[in-house]
């Protein structure tokens, strides 16, 4: 497998859509649950939308009629698609993989995830 690379990140106003993307070469696949997260400077980084084992994904409630995860197999690639950004959505985001075999619990990401480098989300009110 390779790394784990986000993009997509931008700045945008109150109100607006982006979507993150995270390529994954050899992660977008059954072994691998994946899921996006966030942090801001001072908190503790958290779940945004995760996959779990049987493949169904978990939003954050804050999220929850916003964000949309997709994934392209063919392209590797895990998106996050956020729309009606508020100004509390502004983080850097994060995609993570873990293996399936470990469970894919939200502390299982936290604890031995395979991580990005994020990329910078800022939305302006």
């Known amino acids: 497998q390779g790394q784990l690379v986000e993009s997509g990140g931008t700045s945008v106003q109150s109100g607006g859509s982006l979507r993150l993307s995270c390529a994954a070469p050899?992660?977008?696949?059954?072994?691998?649950?994946m899921g996006w997260f966030r942090q801001t400077p001072g908190k503790e980084r958290e779940a945004v939308a995760v996959k779990g084992v049987v493949g169904s994904t978990t939003y954050a409630d804050s999220v929850k009629g916003r964000f949309t995860v997709s994934q392209d197999n063919a392209k590797n690639t895990l998106y996050l698609q956020m729309s009606s950004l508020q100004p509390e959505d502004t983080a850097t985001y994060y995609c993570?993989?873990?293996?399936?075999?470990?469970?894919?619990?939200?502390?299982?990401?936290?604890?031995?995830?395979?991580w990005g480098q994020g990329t910078q989300v800022t939305v302006s009110s």
């Open positions: 993570a993989a873990v293996p399936k075999v470990r469970g894919c619990a939200v502390r299982t990401y936290l604890s031995v995830g395979l």
């Open positions: 050899g992660y977008v696949d059954s072994n691998y649950c």
